[in-house]
């Protein structure tokens, strides 16, 4: 059984955590009792990179084993925060009903139905590049992201699910980390015909802002790892969203 709970919207925290927070954990516990009242065995709960909270400048690889969160002061954190009472939640059902738990915290991905008018950055360089140009970066361009294809995520979820260690989190996506703005030109560079980059922020101080996760717990455990370069998933999204 797999179960994803709520969609990834920043719009949704930003309005109305509470419904989030809401969805989140009382869709969560929905899944987890029907899953005990259906005698399910393995139980896979798509949680999110979220639950880390905003990742340390000097980790450049987020592990498994960190174990900062969110802060629970702030309502924006509704998401991240909800994504770890799910996992605490999938904990406690799998010691008192001996479901087979298993959870992987998703970090960023391209692909086929990537919404290109939410807050995925990738995904509004490929709707800019759809329109015709130019590509723009609403910030400075200089935080780092990493994408994983969705052929991938899917191969990553099931292999997780079969194989993957009881009451165990893996993180799920590339390890491989570009900056927003290289990012941005390589959709500019996908197609026949390079467009326009335009970076619209000033350059700030200090370092720049991670989102990436280690993957070494993955590979190491589930033999897992990126199939498809990140400039052959932004081609294949577009071409997808062209047709």
């Known amino acids: 059984m797999i179960h994803g709970a709520t969609t990834s919207s920043a719009a949704l925290n930003k309005e109305d955590p509470l419904l989030m927070l809401e969805t989140i954990v009382a869709g969560t516990k929905r899944t987890l009792d029907f899953a005990v009242r259906a005698g399910v065995q ?29 802060d629970v002061t702030n309502p924006d954190s509704a998401y991240g925060e909800g994504k770890r009472t799910a996992e605490l939640l ?24 990537l919404p290109l008018d ?15 140009g130019p590509i723009v970066v609403n910030g400075d361009g200089t935080p780092y992201r990493s994408y994983l294809y969705a052929a991938d995520l899917v191969i990553w979820l099931w292999t997780i699910l079969l194989r993957g260690e009881v009451g ?11 900056h927003i703005s290289d990012i941005a030109r390589a959709v500019a560079q996908c197609g ?33 790892k990126k199939s498809v370069p990140l400039s052959i998933g932004i081609k294949r999204t577009a071409s997808w969203y062209a047709k």
């Not at 905003?54 to 969110?70: K, L, N, R």
């Not at 915290?105 to 692909?111: K, L, S, T």
């Not at 950055?121 to 759809?130: K, M, Q, T, V």
């Open 42 to 70: 393995s139980y896979l709960l798509i949680s999110s990179g979220a639950v880390y909270g905003t990742q340390p400048s000097e980790i450049t690889h987020m592990p498994e084993t960190y174990m900062g969160g969110p």
């Open 90 to 113: 999938c904990a406690i059902y799998g010691t008192k009903h001996a479901l087979q738990i298993k959870i992987a915290r998703c970090f960023a991905f391209v692909g086929p139905h």
């Open 118 to 132: 939410a807050h995925f950055a990738i995904g509004n360089f490929i709707r800019d590049r759809l329109r015709g």
């Open 168 to 178: 165990r989190a893996y993180n799920v996506g590339s390890d491989e980390d570009f």
């Open 192 to 224: 026949e015909e390079e467009q326009p980059v335009q970076i619209e922020g000033v350059k700030t101080s200090g370092p720049a802002q991670r989102y990436v996760p280690s993957t070494q717990r993955a590979l190491k455990e589930l033999s897992l």
